[in-house]
Nanobody, 120 residues
């Protein structure tokens, strides 16, 4: 089964930047479509960004567009975050799938989540 390992979470001040990474291992495909979701405290999980298996198509939620950038190679995705706001505080989850799912939450594989906390 595919395992996703995330890294890069932490505590930053509002206006700061942070970069998250996620690596897929144990699968049979050489490349995966990948995405990031987040779950703020006391709220449901929400879509953040996604990228197709080739890296040719990207998708962003309106709340992060212009501030976050998603990129990837075959089995790794990075989420670069700038001008962070307190509202960005959440557990961030990496997701992957053999199919290009875009903003859908039906990804087959999920990471354990990494905490991002933005202080005011």
């Amino acid at each position: 089964q595919v395992r996703l390992v995330e890294s890069g979470g932490g505590l930053v001040q509002a206006g700061g930047s942070l970069s998250l990474s996620c690596v897929a291992s144990g699968g049979t495909h050489s490349s995966y479509a990948m995405a990031w979701f987040r779950q703020p405290p006391g709220q449901d999980r929400e879509f953040v960004a996604a990228i197709s298996w080739s890296g040719g198509n990207t998708y962003y939620s309106d709340s992060v567009k212009g501030r976050f950038t998603i990129s990837k190679d075959n089995v790794r995705t990075d989420l670069q975050m700038w001008n962070l706001k307190p509202g960005d505080t959440a557990i961030y989850y990496c997701a992957a799938d053999e199919m290009n799912l875009g903003i859908s939450d039906d990804y087959s594989y999920w990471g354990q989540g990494t905490q991002v906390t933005v202080s005011s």
